[in-house]
């Protein structure tokens, strides 16, 4: 529960990240690449001090498919930002979860 809690945190300061960073002219797809290489050196570290630091084909298999599916992830989130922000994420809790966000001015 704790990891879903963090994710879903976490996923969303990412996204208001993305936000202001468009409001401010950035290029977001510089963001999402470090993202992505901080959490490649992330991993790699988390490997080498369980000491499961190994390749085969199943592994390379599965990490080129996460590399493919956070890249289209991360276009269309990328989408969602310029369009409306965070206005998705939270649609989303609303009808998934009956989730009422508090009003913010």
Known sequence: MIALILHVI?????????KYAKDRGYRLD?????NYLVALLIAI???MQLGSF?????????????G???ALGFFLWKAAVRVS????PQSYFAFQWSYRSPLQF
């Open 45 to 47: 570290w988390s490997m």
């Open 30 to 34: 510089s963001i999402g690449f470090i």
């Open 54 to 66: 190994s390749f085969s084909g199943l592994t390379t298999g599965l990490g080129t498919t996460n």
């Open 10 to 18: 976490l996923s969303s300061a990412f996204g208001i990240l993305l």
């Open 68 to 70: 493919i599916t956070y």
């Open 85 to 88: 922000g965070v206005l998705l």
